[in-house]
C-alpha cells in the first residue's frame, strides 16, 4: 500500500518537475538571444534582440497552454509570423543568416549536453 502512495506521489510530481524543466530551458533560450550579437529578421524587418525576445515572450504568453517543452516554445513562438506565414531568419554576427529555430534548436541541445556533463550538486552557469 506504501509502494502506491509513493507511486502516486511521483506521478503527480512529475508533471511539475517536467514544467520546470521546460521554463528553465525556455528561459536560457530567451536569455541567449537577448546576450547575442544577432540582428533578427521578421517579415523582412531588422530586429535587435531585446526586440526580439519580447515578441517571442507576447507569442509564449498567447500559447502558453499549448507550449509544454523548448521544442514547442520555439515553434510556436519563434518558428514563423502568424501574420505573413514568413520563417523568422537570425543574423549573426559572422553575417551567416539562418532560420531562427534551427539556431535555437542548435543552442537547446548545447544547453542540455552542457546540462548532463555537470556532476549532480555542482552550479552551473546560465
Not at 502558453?64 to 519563434?78: L, M, P, R, Y
Not at 549573426?92 to 548545447?110: F, M, N, V
Request: proline fraction near 3%; hydrophobic fraction near 35%; aromatic fraction near 8%.
Amino acid at each position: 500500500m506504501k509502494l502506491i502512495g509513493i507511486i502516486v506521489v511521483l506521478l503527480f510530481c512529475l508533471p511539475f518537475r517536467l514544467l520546470a524543466d521546460s521554463n528553465t530551458e525556455i528561459d536560457h533560450l530567451l536569455d541567449f538571444v537577448r546576450k547575442s550579437d544577432a540582428t533578427f529578421i521578421r517579415n523582412g524587418q531588422e530586429y535587435k534582440p531585446t526586440e526580439a525576445v519580447d515578441h517571442f515572450q507576447k507569442k509564449r504568453e498567447h500559447f502558453a497552454k499549448e507550449i509544454k517543452s523548448a521544442e514547442d516554445f520555439v515553434s510556436t513562438a519563434a518558428t514563423k509570423s502568424l501574420l505573413s506565414g514568413q520563417s523568422y531568419l537570425v543574423r549573426t554576427k559572422d553575417g551567416h543568416t539562418q532560420e531562427c529555430s534551427k539556431w535555437l534548436i542548435e543552442e537547446l541541445k548545447r544547453f542540455r549536453n552542457e546540462k548532463k556533463a555537470v556532476p549532480i550538486g555542482t552550479p552551473r552557469k546560465s
